[in-house]
């Protein structure tokens, strides 16, 4: 051979390279994609505090009271991930939709303050999964919320009040006279809004006082605590207390 001549590199030498470069890959995907997740659950923090933080707002003018996420009687009950009442004709707003109807949350925010970046919407029973509403996607951050032609629409978000049903039976109503270690406002409870956990192995939770944090759950803790009566239901309907002894779990750490 010339000297200075190049020699090209055979199929063996290819196909070794190749395979390290596979493996690399293999190796750094998974941290790759941690990394996207931490950014995920980092904006869905932000999200939790800036609507505690509006709820706040709200009972400044309520004489400490936060936003009531169900009557008194019973006759207009809501689910935990919903904005309105769920079981009447009459579609009023209830929870954090009080904090939409007084003008507390700003409108053209909602669709992003709703909506947990790391949420599974393409599965759902309940029409299309948090579209915010079934006839318009998106819609609670457009015109129609006051608008009556959409008065029994369904509004669902990624997000969870703390215990309707609870603090009705309780006869109580949340205010900000409790605990700090409190939590209000947590990723979705209900499997039927989508995946049970969006974050895989835990939740992200904002407390009462407009503190947050990440509350870890490999094995599932909260989710078989929920789903121990064979009932899905975390609105409390079935069972009052479905909701109150998750959020007791959460606020263990």
Not at 55 to 61: C, G, R
Not at 148 to 160: D, E, L, M, Q
Not at 183 to 212: E, K, Q
Not at 214 to 241: C, M, S
């Amino acid at each position: 051979m010339k000297s200075g001549t190049r020699r090209g590199f055979t199929l063996i030498e290819l196909l070794v390279v190749v395979a390290i470069i596979a493996l690399l890959i293999a190796i750094l995907l998974p941290s790759l994609s941690k990394v996207k997740e931490i950014g995920r659950r980092t904006v869905c923090l932000a999200n939790q505090r800036s609507v505690v933080q509006s709820a706040y707002m709200y009972a400044n003018e309520q004489r400490g009271k936060l936003p009531p996420s169900q009557d008194d009687d019973g006759a207009n009950a809501q689910y935990s991930w919903d904005l309105r009442t769920s079981f009447t004709s009459k579609k009023k707003p209830q929870g954090i939709g009080l904090l939409i109807q007084n003008g507390t949350l700003p409108v053209k925010q909602l669709p992003n303050l709703f909506h947990c970046p790391s949420f599974d919407d393409s599965y759902g029973p309940i029409g299309p999964t948090h579209c915010m509403d079934a006839i318009h996607p998106w819609g609670v951050g457009c015109s129609w919320w006051a608008d009556p032609a959409y008065a029994n629409s369904r509004v669902i978000i990624s997000y969870h009040y703390r215990s309707p049903s609870y603090w009705r039976v309780k006869k109580q109503q949340l205010d900000t006279t409790m605990p700090g270690s409190t939590v209000l406002w947590v990723d979705v409870l209900d499997a039927r809004v989508g995946v049970a956990y969006h974050h895989v192995d835990g939740y992200n939770r904002t407390f009462i006082d407009g503190h947050g944090g990440w509350f870890a759950d490999p094995d599932l803790r909260i989710e078989e605590e929920i789903k121990n009566d064979g009932n899905w239901n975390t609105d409390g309907v079935g069972d009052p207390y479905d909701d109150e002894r998750a959020f007791k779990m959460l606020e263990l750490e």
